[in-house]
């Protein structure tokens, strides 16, 4: 049963750190291998367009798949308190989404709200939600963090993290709802969603190497 415990704790934990690492990785290797995309300019979900648009569709999808995993070892760690229920709640919500914008794949860049394919809606809606997720997750943890005197250590880098990804995303979702031919940003829109999701791809990073090191700490203290 202990072989069994520990598998299980080490097998999900290890999904919340590949997840982040693998999602960024596949989309910067390529969107710098892709030819005619620019990173600068482009969202990441227009990798999922074209003859190797399955690469980001699978990227979105194991992505999603692993964070659903990652979920179930935070649900031991905290079964009970503050984002016990709603931060596990949301990082669900999250993974699911992730999985979904696989398949409904986006319209290319620069599509009128109009002409907009249902894929393409169901995309946006699911993107449009994700990154308003990504600060109100850390802020609940960050709650939690504060209060819990065994993860207290753990709340600083949660508020940096937290206060960037609030900033960042701010800035995205204004610069994105402005029309294309006055947007100075247009030229940076890809770099600037980029700044608003890697921070909490670092931030689920950390969090799952605070789970190792605090599951094998405990494991030792069980060994001796």
């Known amino acids: 049963m202990l072989k069994l415990t520990k598998i299980f704790n080490q097998t999900t934990i290890w ?17 710098a291998l ?19 648009g399955w690469i980001q569709i699978m990227n979105f999808m194991v992505f999603g798949i692993l964070l659903l995993i990652f ?3 935070i649900s ?11 931060g596990l709640a949301l990082l669900r919500i999250l993974a699911l989404l992730f999985i979904i914008s696989g398949p409904f794949v ?12 249902i894929h393409g809606t169901i995309h946006g809606l699911a ?17 939690r963090f504060q209060e819990d005197k065994n993860w207290r250590s753990f709340k600083w880098v949660t508020l940096i993290f937290g206060i960037i990804e609030i900033i960042a995303v701010l800035f995205f979702t204004i610069v994105s709802k402005i029309p294309e031919e006055p947007n100075i940003f ?29 599951n094998n700490t405990k494991a030792t203290l069980i060994t001796k």
């Open 76 to 86: 031991t760690e905290f079964p009970t308190g503050k984002a016990s229920r709603g």
């Open 186 to 214: 247009s030229d940076w829109l890809g770099l600037i969603q980029r700044l608003a999701l890697i921070p909490f791809m670092i931030w689920l990073l950390f969090f799952g190497i605070e789970l190792l090191r605090r």
């Open 106 to 117: 986006m319209d290319p860049m620069g599509t009128p709200s109009l002409q907009m394919s």
């Open 34 to 52: 892709r030819s005619g995309y620019s990173t600068l300019k482009m969202y990441i979900s227009a990798l999922s367009l074209g003859d190797r």
């Open 127 to 143: 993107g449009g939600i994700v990154f308003l997720l990504f600060p109100i997750i850390i802020i609940i943890y960050l709650r």
């Open 71 to 73: 979920t179930f070892r």
């Open 15 to 31: 999904s919340g750190i590949i997840s982040p690492i693998l999602f960024v990785g596949i989309f910067t290797i390529e969107g």
